[in-house]
């Protein structure tokens, strides 16, 4: 019978080793081998030859001519591409502006809303009671601007921001929920009160803090007893976590006691569906 | 001689005309251009191996030329198009630094 039979030569080589060795057409071997086998006189060959040579000529202008069309297209488009993007970026400037003014004017406008409102108020007896009802209430829900001592921490990315790491949304959330816990009465992040309705979160790139995105480092006030809250703080979770982000991720915490930190109100909470409830106490 | 005259006259044309490509058909134009460049290469060196012949160039040139188009706008078609063209690039590299390896050691028989 039969030898065993060898495997093809294209089952047998590696898929990388036959890219690597096989890089010419094999058509050329193969052309080559049968010209050599069976040579053609030369006159039959030159004048096949001919229209081949003109139909090489002409494949080779094609490829020419790919090649700078490929290479101009290439460069056209690019600052077309960098427009693009410039555009796009002067947009989002323009569209972050505008959100800026708005809320400056709606800030503007709460802040006379109170005024006003104190003003009224503040005409009868009744009245004045109300608002200094109001005016602790605003402290406790955060959209009254307050003062006090308390302690500033400040927080950033590792200075290597090759190898460590960034800040992320639920750092300053473990940080904010450990100042809470030590007893911070209230707490601002690069100067955006936390309130009731505060959530801290990751949007794109960007931390952002009652819908505004910050930028590092993060500031953060808290008041409260700038006695105790350091030494507290390094004691709850929140500290021990900090301190592992400090030692493995390098980033960047420091903590200090201030005498008197001036915290902003945030002025635009509004309830859309939330009303007054009948029920418990 | 002939090869070189031609290859300055699409180079000339491709510069006078600069033809735009159309929108549909931009994302396929370097790959068939690297495409080009693996059968020129692989021409040049059949040419110094001595075994060149025209026929099997002009036909390598345009088979690659459009497997490997038709190749990508496959594999876009099936959502896989940037692989695929990753792939068509690797191999074709892997192919035209192996050509010009062979082509540099009859240039400089070393």
Redesign the interface.
């Given at each position: 019978m039969n030898a065993p039979r060898i495997p093809a030569r294209d089952v047998a080589m590696p898929l990388l080793t036959r890219?690597?060795?096989d890089?010419?057409?094999e058509?050329?071997?193969y052309?080559?081998g049968r010209r050599a086998g069976q040579p053609t006189d030369s006159a039959a060959n030159s004048t096949v030859?001919r229209p081949?040579?003109?139909?090489?000529?002409?494949?080779?202008?094609?490829?020419?001519?790919?090649?700078?069309?490929?290479a101009?297209?290439?460069h056209r488009n690019k600052p077309g591409a960098e427009r693009e993007r410039a555009a796009l970026v002067a947009q989002i400037h323009a569209g972050s502006a505008i959100v800026d003014r708005l809320r400056a004017r709606t800030s503007n406008m709460q802040s006379e809303i109170q005024d006003l409102r104190d003003a009224v108020l503040r005409s009868t007896d009744r009245g004045q009671a109300l608002d200094q009802h109001l005016q602790r209430l605003g402290v406790i829900t955060g959209t009254a601007p307050v003062t006090g001592s308390g302690v500033q921490v400040t927080v950033d990315d590792a200075a290597d921001s090759a190898s460590g790491g960034k800040v992320l949304d639920v750092d300053l959330q473990v940080l904010v929920n450990g100042l809470w816990a030590v007893g911070a009465e209230a707490i601002s992040i690069n100067g955006h009160r936390l309130t009731t309705l505060t959530a801290i979160r990751v949007a794109g790139e960007a931390i952002t803090v009652n819908y505004s995105p910050l930028t590092p480092p993060y500031v953060i006030d808290a008041i409260g007893n700038p006695d105790t809250m350091p030494a507290d703080f390094l004691d709850t979770p929140a500290g021990q976590t900090w301190q592992e982000l400090q030692a493995n991720y390098g980033l960047q915490f420091s903590m200090v006691p201030a005498d008197s930190l001036d915290l902003p109100g945030r002025t635009d909470v509004t309830l859309d569906f939330a009303q007054p409830g009948g029920g418990g106490s | 001689m002939i090869a070189a005259i031609g290859l300055v006259i699409g180079i000339a044309l491709g510069l006078i005309f600069e033809p735009s490509v159309p929108v549909g058909m931009q994302p396929y134009l370097p790959i068939a251009v690297v495409a080009a460049l693996d059968a020129v290469f692989g021409g040049l060196r059949a040419f110094l191996d001595g075994i060149f012949d025209d026929k099997v160039f002009v036909i390598s040139f345009v088979s690659n030329v459009s497997i490997a188009a038709l190749i990508v706008y496959l594999g876009d078609q099936l959502g896989v198009g940037g692989q695929l063209s990753t792939g068509v690039i690797v191999v074709l590299g892997i192919r035209i630094f192996s050509n010009v390896a062979a082509i540099r050691r009859h240039v400089f028989h070393a």
């Open positions: 890219v690597m060795t890089t010419m057409d058509d050329y071997a052309i080559a030859r081949i040579s003109l139909a090489l000529a002409m494949v080779l202008a094609l490829f020419g001519a790919l090649l700078i069309t490929a101009i297209q290439t | -």
